[in-house]
């Protein structure tokens, strides 16, 4: 079985951030909880690792993968261009459960965004990923933990028991909520156009008075 690290404390986060970071940076696949199902990070930068990701999931690599990235302040090296009221939705609902997508920046592989030339990225309200996240400097993914098609992991055994052979650590925070994935929303379009519906409810966005208008097919 692979390593599987419980954080429970200061200096078990100590040396599962440690231990997870090194992993990422080495290329490997690591397991944590978020606010809603655990993710799989890789080096999001890192084709191959990337690559590796697809294969575990079995994921179609015409699906572009998400990225989870530590602050504000890091969106610029990660997209093209930030229009305004994008930035005033990351500063509203970050860190949380909104994921937003952007023109992507060359610096990130291709086979992340299955050529499509756009990146999802969030903020995890999640101490352990956002810690994880924190302390590399490169973003991670922040695909759900699963076989593609599957019903996502909510507790560490699960990610044990359907992946536990090809991922390189488990970082244990616990069963986590559940119940909704992030709301996923694509700012290059105006109006921006709700893509997938969870934590984030099209109306809060409304209700901000970022956006008059939205495009919700659901």
């Not at 934590?199 to 008075?209: A, D, F, L, M, T």
Request: aromatic letters at 6%.
């Amino acid at each position: 079985m692979k390593p599987l690290i419980k954080i429970d404390s200061d200096e078990s986060l100590r040396k599962g951030l440690a231990k997870a970071s090194e992993i990422i940076s080495k290329g490997g696949v690591v397991a944590f909880p978020t606010e809603s199902f655990y993710g799989l990070g890789v080096d999001a930068t890192n084709p191959h690792a990337i690559t590796r990701l697809f294969q575990i999931k079995k994921r179609d690599p015409d699906l572009p993968i998400l990225i989870l990235i530590a602050s504000l302040q890091e969106l610029p090296r990660y997209v093209s261009s930030i229009p305004l009221q994008a930035k005033r939705l990351g500063e509203k609902f970050w860190p949380g459960g909104l994921t937003i997508i952007f023109r992507a920046s060359p610096i990130l592989p291709s086979v992340l965004t299955a050529g499509k030339e756009k990146v999802g990225i969030r903020i995890s309200s999640h101490p352990l990923v956002n810690s994880l996240v924190s302390v590399l400097d490169v973003p991670v993914t922040g695909t759900s933990a699963n076989i593609s098609g599957s019903p996502p992991c909510i507790k560490p055994d699960q990610v044990v028991k359907y992946l536990g052979g090809d991922v390189d650590l488990v970082l244990d925070g616990g069963t986590t909520q559940g119940k909704d994935a992030s709301t996923i929303i694509d700012v290059t379009s105006d109006p921006p156009i709700i893509v997938r519906v969870g934590i984030v409810r099209p109306e809060e966005i409304i209700k901000s008075g970022i956006y008059k208008t939205l495009v919700n097919p659901f």
